[in-house]
T-cell receptor
Framework: GQSLEQPSEVTAVEGAIVQINCTYQ??????LSWYQQHDGGAPTFLSY??LDGLEETGRFSSFLSRSDSYGYLLLQELQMKDSASYFC????????????WGAGTKLIIKP | DSGVTQTPKHLITATGQRVTLRCSPR?????VYWYQQSLDQGLQFLIQ???????AKGNILERFSAQQFPDLHSELNLSSLELGDSALYFC????????????FGPGTRLTVT
C-alpha cells in the first residue's frame, strides 16, 4: 500500500535547527517532495529528492534514503516566519505518478 | 503569487445546492489538479486534467465533477452539497503531466450551512 507518516507537530526555538521526518511504505517509489503551507495560505513547493542524498536550498535542506524509505526536511537558523505546516508528498509509479500527501507537520517556533 | 488564480475566494451555500469553482493555471502550464483540504487536515487529491483530458482520479465523490476547457482553465462542480463538503478547495498547475512541482492557487473556502 501507499502511506506516508510524519509527526503531527514539532516545536523548536528561534535560531535553532529542526528536522521533520517522513517515512513511506510502498513499492514503486519515484521521488519525495516537500511543501510549506502557512495558516490560511496555499502550499508552496520547497524541494524534491529523487536520488539518495542531501539537497540544499538556502536555510532548507532535504534528505532522502531510498533504502530506508525515509526522508527529512531540515530547517536551519529558524525564523518566526518558518512557523507553518510542512507536507511531504511522494510520487509512485503505480499511482500514475500522482503525488500522495502526508498529513502534515505543524512547526511551532518559540522565541 | 504563484500565477494560479481561483474564484471565488469564499463561497457560502446551503445543503443540497450546487456550486462551481473556477481555476486558471499559470501561463504555459498544461496540467490542472484539484485538491480538498478540510480543517487542519492534509491535502486530498481529487482529480487532474492535462491539456483538456482527464489524467488521473483520486478520492473524488460522484457528486463532484470537473473539466478543463480549451483555454486550459478548469472548473470543479460540486452538487448535492453536504455539511461535510465544507473545506478549502485548491487548484494547482504544472507544466507536465506528472510533475512533482505544483503551483497552488489561493484556494476557495466553501462553507455549507
Amino acid at each position: 500500500g501507499q502511506s506516508l507518516e510524519q509527526p503531527s507537530e514539532v516545536t523548536a526555538v528561534e535560531g535553532a535547527i529542526v528536522q521533520i521526518n517522513c517515512t513511506y511504505q510502498t513499492s514503486g517509489f519515484y521521488g519525495l517532495s516537500w511543501y510549506q503551507q502557512h495558516d490560511g495560505g496555499a502550499p508552496t513547493f520547497l524541494s524534491y529528492n529523487a536520488l539518495d542524498g542531501l539537497e540544499e536550498t538556502g536555510r532548507f535542506s532535504s534528505f532522502l534514503s531510498r533504502s530506508d524509505s525515509y526522508g527529512y526536511l531540515l530547517l536551519q537558523e529558524l525564523q518566526m516566519k518558518d512557523s507553518a505546516s510542512y507536507f511531504c508528498a511522494v510520487r509512485f509509479m503505480d499511482s500514475n505518478y500522482q503525488l500522495i500527501w502526508g498529513a502534515g507537520t505543524k512547526l511551532i517556533i518559540k522565541p | 503569487d504563484s500565477g494560479v488564480t481561483q474564484t471565488p475566494k469564499h463561497l457560502i451555500t446551503a445543503t443540497g445546492q450546487r456550486v462551481t469553482l473556477r481555476c486558471s493555471p499559470r501561463s504555459g502550464d498544461l496540467s490542472v489538479y484539484w485538491y480538498q483540504q478540510s480543517l487542519d487536515q492534509g491535502l486530498q487529491f481529487l482529480i487532474q486534467y492535462y491539456n483538456g483530458e482527464e489524467r488521473a482520479k483520486g478520492n473524488i465523490l460522484e457528486r463532484f465533477s470537473a473539466q478543463q476547457f480549451p483555454d486550459l482553465h478548469s472548473e470543479l462542480n460540486l452538487s448535492s452539497l453536504e455539511l461535510g463538503d465544507s473545506a478549502l478547495y485548491f487548484c494547482a498547475s504544472s507544466v507536465g503531466s506528472d510533475s512533482y512541482e505544483q503551483y497552488f492557487g489561493p484556494g476557495t473556502r466553501l462553507t455549507v450551512t
